[in-house]
DNA sequence: AATATAAGCGGACCGATGGTCCGATTGCCA
DNA sequence: TGGCAATCGGACCATCGGTCCGCTTATATT
């Protein structure tokens, strides 16, 4: 059990850096200027975080819990009952509409993980979540997954335009399949 | 003209960049060390090269001429001459040789432009090449081209190991045309 | 309510890094 | 050979991620 001012603290913390991050670049959010944001101790965020790389990640997981649980025990098309291309294709938008809200979150949390990327938990279950949709269809559906998700980097959102982004990313995987 | 020992020097600093490189990850290529076992100051380096992420980048030109050359100049099927298919695979089979010769230099490009890859004249010369290629090939060649050279990640290199991503790129771009 | 205890806290501290600056040096040309 | 501009080198700086440890406090127990 997780003490009440812990969890205060967590909470903190987290709004804290997605204020930073919203305000500044991702450069901007330093954990010194978290701790001092979230009116916590530098040791707090990581007690709690671990690392910068533990810090972006909770963020990050936070915002896409939804498309996670919908996925797995949602409702049809984005759950289980459709077909795979349709379960494909609303997982991809669903990713998309994550992705374009939080580029700059996404450049940060890449930045920060650099090699263990294709090791954190979160890529590695959209991974898996996409090679088993795209099993059957064509070669290799492993590194198709890589191939597609490859596509979610946050530089590349802001490089292309949130907008024209989605579109894009639907008629490369349409494409693809 | 640049002066001798300025050119001395900036091959100095460019073969110690590539020694570090080899015997240590990426990130133990401190510009400290890249000067020390360079045998020069490094003010030196900095003057060269403008910051770390010029260095490196100088480092993958060096590595990439002959390709980019063959591609411009040279004789079919990688220059001009040959079916846009045929050239495309053509180099994307040269960047695989080059990528997978090089994953720890290309993360520790990536690292260090952040998010200025998609300025990097390096990046652009790729990209206005496949996406020439691939016009009129299904929709949107650009976006294509971003998906297509997304692969080259030295961290996915590696992560899939060296001899599978070849295969893997070419069988995921045959799909994709 | 008093107490014990473990979990939590904060911020001083550290080593490393990218980048700057300027006095000393040195290649080059007349 | 002499003068000068380009080059050099390494001390210096700010910042950052991460660690450490003495102090505080929430909570469970009686």
Redesign the pocket.
Known sequence: ??????????QAVLRATEQLLAEGGG??????????L???????????F??????LQALLEERSRELREAVVTGPPPLGPGAAARERLLAFLGGLCAIAEGNAVLLSAHEQ?CADDKYTDPSYRFWHAHLTSLLDGAGTDPGFLAHGLLALFDGALIRHVGPGRFTDSVKEYAATLI
Request: aromatic share 2%; glycine share 14%; no cysteine.
């Open positions: 059990m997780e003490r009440a001012d812990a969890a205060r603290n967590r450069d901007h959010v330093s954990l010194d200027r978290v701790a001092a979230a009116g916590v101790g530098k040791g707090t965020v990581f007690r709690r671990g690392n910068r790389a533990g810090l920060a």
